[in-house]
């Protein structure tokens, strides 16, 4: 690990000495590291007490109704998050009235869209718990919950519009407030009124979030000498074609798979019991990847600026130097949470001890979800979206037709596919960066002649 951490700081001080970006970038990647280890472990310290106060199977109903919302939060935004970061930071100096409506534009059009899904869950709320979940009794927590779907698509694009401004301060600040703000009345509500308590707690700590980001934003355009949340124009749209659509077809391959995944599940004898365990483990995994995935963020760029100067050998380096970065800080946290599995599941509660080999696959399946999630990073910062989007494709269609396969195992099924779905989408990934290489180098080979 000594070894990975000295190539990083070689690599991030070469980075450095060439652009005054890259100090910034280290800069964030501080930020974004302090504020995601703050806001997990919150998470993941509510999710424990949430469970225990539940009992494995209403943890179960709350963590399905949760992954319900994120999967509509997904199609709400439409990637409005990712293209209100990069247009704004692209645009902020040369041309900031373009900014500032890229910014209102990301806003309105989020906020819009969320409202129609959470009416239409609203709505299909009785369909989807007794016909997909097979569950009549999540139909009120489903309606409960729909409010915080408008929340979080807000929220998200607002945040884009905080990172777009390298106001990373600001959304570490918001994290750690509201991440206190769901524990406690999360956990308050859990213990007040049961699974509807909860439901609500959730809905009140993301109302906070919601009012921090507004303010942070409001704040931060203003600081920029910009006007907060002007009201876009025709020809701003055009970004939602060029630049969120090939994002929302990505993302519309992860949180609605894994909700497809674990609707499967929760349709088995002991549905939502199993859905718990899963989530459980998930947990776990989280934590296991915070500092690969927070430090990640100054991956990409760093990355496109070599791929745009067209050094194919010093991308390859970076890229390999980077990789065994990503796997040691993974790997080693990964063995000593395997290790400690039987103690970490019951942190949980007594009823997630049979939840122990379901933890220990799914932190197998960690340092491999790192490098899936890396070589997505060096797709994109080399200009090929379409390809991580095949990637992306063929990662969904092995975890579904896996976990549909394996369905009657309930929570290890699912860890076994996410296992092996992560592990194809790896293996994928290298070949084709070792098949570019290849190209690369033999087109180069006639000049060096």
């Known amino acids: 690990m000594n070894v990975s ?3 990083l700081l070689a ?3 070469r980075a450095a000495a060439n652009s005054p970006i890259a100090r910034r970038l280290a800069s964030g990647a501080i930020w974004s590291l302090a504020g995601e280890a703050i806001a997990r472990a919150l998470s993941f310290a509510t999710a424990i007490a949430v469970a225990r106060l539940l009992g494995a199977a209403e943890f179960g109903a709350f963590a399905l109704v949760q992954s319900t919302l994120f999967m509509l939060v997904t199609f709400a935004t439409f990637g409005m998050g990712h293209t209100a970061s990069r247009n704004i930071a692209a645009h902020r100096t040369q041309d900031p009235l373009h900014a500032e409506r890229i910014s209102g534009l990301a806003l309105y059009f989020a906020t819009a869209a969320g409202a129609v899904f959470a009416l239409a869950l609203i709505a299909m709320a009785p369909t989807v718990a007794s016909s997909i979940f097979n569950a009549p009794e999540l139909s009120g927590p489903l309606r409960m919950m729909a409010p915080a779907l408008v929340l979080l698509a807000a929220s998200g694009a607002l945040t884009g519009t905080l990172q777009g401004l390298e106001a990373f301060s600001h959304i570490a600040a918001i994290s750690w407030m509201a991440g206190v703000a769901s524990l406690l009345a999360t956990v308050g509500g859990a213990l007040l009124g049961g699974l509807i308590g909860a439901v609500a707690g959730f809905g009140a700590g993301e109302l906070v979030r919601f009012a921090l980001i507004i303010l942070a934003s409001n704040a931060a355009l203003r600081q920029n000498g910009m006007r907060p949340f002007r009201v876009p124009r025709l020809e701003q749209a055009g970004v939602l074609w060029t630049y969120s659509l090939p994002l929302f077809l990505i993302a519309i391959l992860n949180v609605p798979v894994l909700w497809l995944c674990q609707t499967v599940i929760a349709n088995q004898s002991s549905g939502l019991t199993e859905v718990a365990f899963y989530n459980a483990a998930q947990k776990w995994m989280t934590l ?3 500092v690969p995935v927070a430090i990640s963020a100054v991956f990409m760029p ?3 600026n070599i791929s745009g100067g067209g050094d ?3 991308f390859r380096r970076a890229t390999n130097r980077l990789a065994v970065v990503q796997l040691a800080l993974t790997a080693i946290p ?8 039987p103690w970490a599941t019951q942190l949980f509660g007594q ?3 049979a939840a122990t080999p379901v933890v220990v696959v799914m932190i197998a399946a ?4 790192t490098l899936k999630l890396f070589y997505w990073q060096v797709m994109i910062s080399d200009g090929r979206v379409w390809t991580a989007l095949a990637v992306q494709a063929s990662w969904a269609i092995t975890l579904v037709g896996l976990t549909w396969t394996w369905q009657a195992e309930g929570a290890m099924g699912l860890a076994r596919a996410m296992l092996a779905a992560y592990s194809l989408a790896v293996l994928v990934s290298v070949a084709i960066q070792i098949s570019g290489w290849g190209i690369a180098s033999h087109r180069r080979s006639p000049q060096s002649l």
């Open 312 to 314: 194919r050998g010093r």
């Open 11 to 13: 690599l991030g001080q």
């Open 302 to 304: 760093v990355l496109s």
């Open 5 to 7: 951490s000295a190539s």
């Open 334 to 341: 990964a063995g000593a949470v395997a290790l400690l599995a």
């Open 351 to 353: 009823e997630f001890a």
């Open 366 to 369: 960690a340092p491999v979800y």
């Open 288 to 290: 296991v990847v915070l």
